[in-house]
C-alpha cells in the first residue's frame, strides 16, 4: 500500500478540459479521473475528489476486497478499465445504496471511499472524498406532477449540498423563474416567493397561495422595493459576467441573507467570472450533478 503525492479530481461527463485547465497542472488524466500533485485545491468542475489516494497491489479479488475492507465499510466504484474484474471486487465489499433521496433530507453522513483498477494487480483507492454520494451523482425521488420543469433538481442539489432549505414563513426572491420549477419547489417548502421573469409562469405555479409574479427583467428590480428577503435565488440566462453585476448589487444593498445562482456559460467557459464567483467571501462555487455547461454558486450566509 503506497500513499500517492496526489490528489484525483473527478470531472463531471463533457467537462474534463474545464477541471484540466482550473488545475492547471494535471499530471494524468484517465478517462474522467484527472490525477494532480500535492494536496486537494478548491475547484469548481469537480463531481467528486479523491482526498487521500492510495495505490494497492492485490492478488485476487478476494485479496483486493478484503484489503479495501480493511482501510474503512463503504466503497464506489469508479470503473475505467476491466469492467467485470472491478465489478466482481466491488460486489464481494458490502452493498452500498444508491437509491434515490427524497427532498429534503440531509446527504448520507457515512463516509464513502472511491477506488478503481488500474490494471489487473492494481487499485487505487481514497478513503476519503468530498461527496457522500456514488461518484457524487445526487440521484432524487422525482417529483411528477408537481414541477412544470426539472430545473428543480439543480435547485434540490443545490440545497442538499448546503444542508439548508428555506422554512415555512422565509421569505425567496427567484429571479428568471418562468415556467416555475424553483418556485413550484420553494412554495413546496412553505415559502413565500416573489418569482420575478419576462415569460409567463405555468399557470398551476401562477395560482399557487404563496407565489407573488414580477412579470418584468430581472435587472430592472432595486432590491429596496423588495425589502429583506431570507434567500436569493436566480437562475436567468444571461452571461455570467452581467450575473455578477446583478449579485454584487444586491451584496451591497445588504437586505438578502442566502443566495444561490446558476452560471450559465454559452460558448466558451468564462474561467475568468467563475474565478470571480468563487472569490465572493463565505461562497461555494460547484458543478452539480444536475448541472449542464453551468455552476452554481451558493452563499450559505453573508458574513457581516
Ligand atoms: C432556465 S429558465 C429558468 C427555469 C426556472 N428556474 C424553472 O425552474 O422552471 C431561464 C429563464 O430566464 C428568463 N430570463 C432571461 N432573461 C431574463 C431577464 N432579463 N429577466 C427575467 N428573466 C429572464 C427566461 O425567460 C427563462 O424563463
New binding site residues.
Given amino acids: 500500500v503506497k500513499r500517492l503525492d496526489q490528489t484525483i479530481y473527478l470531472a463531471p461527463e463533457g467537462f474534463v478540459d474545464e477541471l484540466r485547465t482550473e488545475l492547471g497542472d494535471a499530471s494524468d488524466v484517465r478517462e474522467r479521473l484527472v490525477f494532480a500533485p500535492g494536496p486537494p485545491r478548491t475547484v469548481a468542475w469537480a463531481q467528486n475528489v479523491w482526498l487521500e489516494p492510495y495505490e494497492i497491489e492485490i492478488g485476487s479479488i478476494t485479496d483486493a476486497a478484503r484489503k479495501l475492507r480493511s482501510i474503512q465499510r463503504n466503497w464506489a466504484l469508479c470503473s475505467l478499465t476491466l469492467h467485470r474484474r472491478a465489478k466482481l471486487i466491488q460486489d464481494a465489499l458490502p452493498h452500498v445504496s444508491a437509491r434515490p433521496i427524497s427532498f429534503p433530507s440531509q446527504a448520507p453522513a457515512a463516509p464513502l471511499g472511491s477506488w478503481t483498477l488500474l490494471d489487473t494487480h492494481r487499485l487505487i483507492a481514497s478513503p476519503n472524498c468530498t461527496s457522500p454520494f456514488p461518484n457524487g451523482e445526487v440521484e432524487f425521488k422525482e417529483d411528477r406532477q408537481g ?3 426539472r ?2 433538481l439543480k ?1 434540490w442539489e443545490a440545497l442538499v449540498r448546503l444542508g439548508k432549505w428555506p422554512r415555512q414563513g422565509e421569505r425567496c426572491i ?10 413550484y419547489a420553494l412554495h413546496k417548502l412553505g415559502a413565500d416567493v416573489i418569482s ?4 409567463p409562469l405555468d399557470p398551476k405555479v401562477a395560482a399557487l397561495p404563496r407565489v407573488s409574479i414580477l412579470e ?4 430592472s428590480i432595486e432590491p429596496e422595493e423588495v425589502g429583506a428577503v431570507d434567500w436569493w435565488f436566480c ?4 452571461y455570467p459576467a452581467r450575473l455578477f453585476t446583478l449579485v454584487s448589487r444586491w451584496l451591497a444593498a445588504g437586505t438578502c441573507r442566502r443566495f444561490v445562482a446558476t452560471l450559465k456559460f454559452q460558448g466558451r467557459t468564462d474561467h475568468q467570472t467563475a474565478r470571480r464567483f468563487a472569490a465572493i467571501p463565505g461562497s461555494l462555487l460547484v458543478h452539480l450533478f444536475h448541472n449542464k455547461h453551468e455552476l452554481t454558486w451558493i452563499l450559505a450566509e453573508v458574513e457581516t
Fill in positions: 414541477p412544470p420543469s430545473a428543480y435547485l427567484e429571479l428568471g423563474s418562468s415556467p416555475g420549477g424553483w418556485t420575478v421573469d419576462k415569460a418584468r427583467s430581472a435587472f437562475d436567468v440566462i444571461c
